[in-house]
T-cell receptor, first 112, second 115 residues
Framework: GENVEQHPSTLSVQEGDSAVIKCTYS??????FPWYKQELGKGPQLIID?????GEKKDQRIAVTLNKTAKHFSLHITETQPEDSAVYFC???????????FGRGTSLIVHP | AAGVIQSPRHLIKEKRETATLKCYPI?????VYWYQQGPGQDPQFLIS???????DKGSIPDRFSAQQFSDYHSELNMSSLELGDSALYFC??????????????FGEGSRLTVL
């Protein structure tokens, strides 16, 4: 089955800095890579996703890159704000399974 | 836009009791997933249903069962509750015919506390 590794587990930045979270996956058949943001006491919310036919996708301050050869993908947040503080999960899916496998999560703390 | 609705949001039970969680998917979504999330953990997949039939099975204990009804809502039944069952339980839904890779939309979760 799929195995997703996510790093770092905790990331602390100053407001306005950039934050990068990296994930690797094991199943080369995976072709869908969503990122979820989970605030305390709430459900994970899809913030951006990328499919294997593109290498990069951007949505305002958030971007995701995918390297299929190396089997890794990353989330980039620019100009971080305190409200970006949350736990971020990457996931990998497709490849015959409808169940995306989650990474262990990254706790992002943005200091004002 | 309508989201995934879960009830109850909070539930407190004693050991060995039974609990039932409900999930109402986004309209026109045909697939429902159940996840369990312990403190500081990533969501663990329990079970999913597509068109009212069990689709995939994850780490769901034998003490738990679930089903999806004709209106596509789903219920997770948990019996003989143990302290370790205390967790956040999330339901997610997707439209499998629209995407083939499991683009999931999560509800706000039900927090179960077993005393």
């Amino acid at each position: 089955g799929e195995n997703v590794e996510q790093h770092p587990s905790t990331l602390s930045v100053q407001e306005g800095d950039s934050a990068v979270i990296k994930c690797t996956y094991s199943d080369s058949a995976s072709n869908y890579f969503p990122w979820y943001k989970q605030e305390l006491g709430k459900g994970p919310q899809l913030i951006i996703d990328i499919r294997s036919n593109v290498g990069e996708k951007k949505d305002q301050r958030i971007a995701v890159t995918l390297n299929k050869t190396a089997k890794h993908f990353s989330l980039h947040i620019t100009e971080t704000q305190p409200e970006d503080s949350a736990v971020y999960f990457c996931a990998a899916g497709g490849g015959g399974s409808y169940i995306p496998t989650f990474g262990r999560g990254t706790s992002l703390i943005v200091h004002p | 836009a309508a989201g995934v609705i879960q009830s109850p949001r909070h539930l407190i039970k004693e050991k060995r009791e039974t609990a039932t969680l409900k999930c109402y998917p986004i309209p026109r979504h045909d697939t429902v997933y159940w996840y369990q999330q312990g403190p500081g953990q990533d969501p663990q997949f329990l079970i999913s249903f597509y068109e009212k039939m069990q689709s995939d099975k994850g780490s769901i204990p034998d003490r738990f069962s679930a089903q999806q009804f004709s209106d596509y809502h789903s219920e997770l039944n948990m019996s003989s509750l143990e302290l370790g069952d205390s967790a956040l339980y999330f339901c997610a839904s997707s439209a499998r015919l629209a995407v083939n890779t499991g683009e999931l939309f999560f509800g706000e979760g039900s927090r179960l506390t077993v005393l």
